[in-house]
């Protein structure tokens, strides 16, 4: 962590959240105990939410303060984990601002007028905190309930949201993005920083109503060699850790398959670097350089072995930690759908088991 | 290329084939011009493809030696690509040795029963030359009809052979095929085992029909870290590559999202290591040590961008490999189906143009 954050915003984390294992991982200072967090840990694989999203649409589902609250502690009660994520999609706030896209069940997110054109950038217009207000509101629920467990801010990366714009849902290749960005690369850019913009101004909201820190998550960017990663992307990402540098929370940067882009990563300006299980975390500190923590990375497929193959995994896992300043525990990747809970309770305990001081 | 490799059976590359600028290159001696081919050059991006391929089945049209020949020049005739590869699909030789699957247009490879258990494992039998008597019938014609232009052999690598198997089909997460290698690592190896003699014998056929190089596809491999790769499919990809060494072609190994893996693929006994277009290929020639050709590495989506922006990545690949002792150009992954055939042309002449002694 640098020494040179200036909280300018209301921000609430409390003294006893600020002095959980997971901050303090964060900040690279001594751990009781490794942290543990999973992405995706509100979700799909627990039965509980299951439940409670019964007939309710996943982007009407977060945009429901009191179901939104819900699902964020249902792993944090279920599991112990050291943190927890806030419940959203990387979409919302795209929706907030008032463009025409869904969530299809299967699917993902689906936009129903791809933007492609200068004239498409329009209707990327500056989000509100107005526009989120069911965030402010969660958020102010959960950091009531959350007591010491710090809660993590969510947003998807100017990247990734691009890929879903552009390519109008998910992609295998992102032709159209890429076409667009080797082709025309004045117009991407404009159309990353106004992303970028809508990003900073959505994890602004959540760290000003109450997140001890956030995670930008861009998923597709594994897709992207090192100087197009450089060129086209790294600008809007940076561009949006500059925004909330002033609040002092801990910056998390994650996406898959990032192995060339990890340096990158941090030096957009994470503090945090999470790395999927593809390399192993000694190989990942040498690329991302001293001063920043790394959160990851065991393989989340490995949780379909026996328990014995996890804790043999979770010990490798552990044991290319060692040596660094900082280490938050966490899969490569979020927890698959057909995980079985326990597997997950089971780790969490294993893992503060193996490095309690 | 090393020098140890006494060829045993009957190999047929022609002379003037062996004194092409793509064997040359797969032996790391000085080219003419940089050659060029493309993966998946034959197949979904040519309509003289879609047109032959009319109303046949995928895995029909790989056993019809007279499609095959004739789908496997289109490209050498179109592009005039430095290179033909066979013609197949991976689950051919899964296929003739009796499996009941079938290749789902939209979804790929489906595997009716899948291989979970040990005594799934004798649905496996060894593949005899006479399963896949089209194979040597239409290399016989291809080898005719080439003249100078070196025929690639074409196989999958185990562990993505496996992943088809024990995921019944495409996965996106290989669950079940990491559970297997995380959790029986003993099924796991002889499951493996018994793919990589499958394999062998299916590109020695190949090569004792006229093929004048192999390349060995683990298109899923990408999904392991490199400590997992290296304990549990480098022993079966190495088997394949050693039951070929004899013959003297040129062992080509490629996978994608491979940047960790690329010094073990080489070390598993491939003569040339294809690179996907993550990894710069200077830093992959690091990786992959000396002694080695590389093959790649535009990423394809870039051939949806403008003319202009296509040469000028395709010159910063070009750049990449400057100090290499041997470079074949070519996609880092297959042709996109929807790529304009014309502009593979272009990029043929472009980097033979760019190249010329």
Same mark, same amino acid.
């Given at each position: 962590?640098?020494?040179n954050? +200036?909280p300018?915003?209301?921000?609430?984390?409390?003294?006893?959240?600020?002095?959980?294992?997971?901050?303090?991982?964060?900040?690279?200072?001594?751990?009781?105990?490794?942290?543990?967090?999973?992405?995706?840990?509100? $979700?799909?694989?627990?039965p509980?939410?299951?439940?409670?999203?019964?007939? @309710?649409?996943?982007?009407?589902?977060?945009? +429901?303060?009191?179901?939104?609250?819900?699902?964020?502690?249902?792993?944090?009660?279920?599991?112990?984990?050291?943190?927890?994520?806030?419940?959203?999609? @990387?979409?919302?706030?795209?929706? &907030?601002?008032?463009?025409?896209?869904? !969530?299809?069940?299967?699917?993902?997110?689906?936009?129903?007028?791809?933007?492609?054109? +200068?004239?498409?950038?329009?209707?990327?217009?500056a989000?509100?905190?107005?526009?989120?207000?069911?965030?402010?509101?969660?958020?102010?629920?959960?950091?009531?309930?959350?007591?010491?467990?710090?809660? !993590?801010?969510?947003?998807g990366?100017?990247?990734?949201?691009?890929?879903?714009?552009?390519?109008?849902?998910?992609?295998?290749?992102?032709?159209?993005?890429?076409?667009?960005?080797?082709?025309d690369?004045?117009?991407?850019?404009?159309?990353?920083?106004?992303?970028?913009?809508?990003?900073?101004?959505?994890?602004?909201?959540? !760290?000003?109503?109450?997140?001890?820190?956030?995670q930008?998550?861009?998923?597709?960017?594994?897709?992207?060699? /090192?100087?197009?990663?450089? +060129?086209?992307?790294? /600008?809007?990402?940076?561009?949006?850790?500059?925004? =909330?540098?002033?609040?002092?929370?801990?910056?998390?940067?994650?996406?898959? $398959?990032?192995?060339?882009?990890?340096?990158?990563?941090?030096?957009a300006?994470?503090?945090?670097?999470? =790395?999927?299980?593809?390399?192993?975390?000694?190989?990942?500190?040498?690329?991302? $350089? &001293?001063?920043?923590?790394?959160?990851g990375?065991?393989? /989340?497929? =490995?949780l379909?072995?026996p328990?014995?193959?996890?804790e043999?995994?979770?010990?490798?896992?552990?044991?290319?930690?060692?040596?660094?300043?900082?280490?938050?525990?966490?899969?490569?990747? $979020?927890?698959?759908?057909?995980?079985? /809970?326990?597997?997950?309770?089971?780790?969490?305990?294993?893992?503060?088991?193996?490095?309690?001081?």
């Open positions: 962590m640098s020494g954050e +200036r300018t915003g209301q921000q609430q984390t409390s003294t006893a959240a600020a002095e959980s294992a997971f901050l303090k991982a964060c900040r690279g200072e001594p751990v009781p105990h490794t942290p543990v967090w999973f992405m995706r840990q509100a $979700g799909r694989s627990l509980e939410y299951l439940k409670v999203r019964e007939g @309710i649409p996943m982007l009407e589902s977060c945009m +429901r303060p009191e179901l939104v609250t819900e699902i964020t502690l249902q792993p944090v009660r279920r599991h112990k984990v050291d943190a927890a994520i806030y419940f959203s999609d @990387i979409v919302v706030p795209l929706k &907030a601002i008032g463009l025409d896209l869904d !969530i299809k069940p299967g699917v993902g997110p689906v936009v129903a007028e791809p933007i492609r054109t +200068r004239a498409d950038l329009q209707r990327l217009r989000l509100e905190p107005d526009d989120v207000a069911y965030v402010t509101e969660a958020i102010g629920m959960l950091t009531g309930e959350l007591g010491s467990t710090p809660l !993590i801010g969510f947003a990366a100017p990247f990734t949201l691009a890929s879903y714009l552009v390519e109008g849902g998910p992609s295998r290749n992102h032709e159209h993005t890429k076409a667009m960005m080797y082709g690369p004045e117009l991407w850019a404009d159309l990353l920083d106004r992303l970028a913009d809508i990003t900073s101004a959505f994890l602004t909201v959540q !760290i000003e109503a109450g997140a001890s820190a956030v930008l998550f861009d998923s597709w960017v594994g897709a992207l060699a /090192p100087a197009e990663y450089r +060129r086209s992307v790294m /600008p809007a990402s940076s561009k949006v850790f500059d925004a =909330v540098a002033g609040y002092g929370v801990p910056r998390i940067h994650f996406g898959v $398959g990032t192995g060339e882009l990890l340096g990158l990563m941090g030096e300006g994470a503090d945090v670097v999470g =790395v999927d299980w593809r390399v192993p975390l000694d190989e990942a500190a040498r690329r991302v $350089g &001293a001063g920043r923590t790394l959160q990375n065991l393989d /989340p497929a =490995v379909f072995a328990r014995s193959a996890v043999s995994a979770a010990r490798e896992v552990l044991a290319s930690a060692r040596d660094l300043p900082g280490h938050i525990f966490n899969l490569g990747h $979020g927890v698959l759908p057909a995980t079985d /809970p326990d597997a997950l309770t089971r780790l969490v305990d294993f893992v503060h088991s193996q490095t309690q001081a």
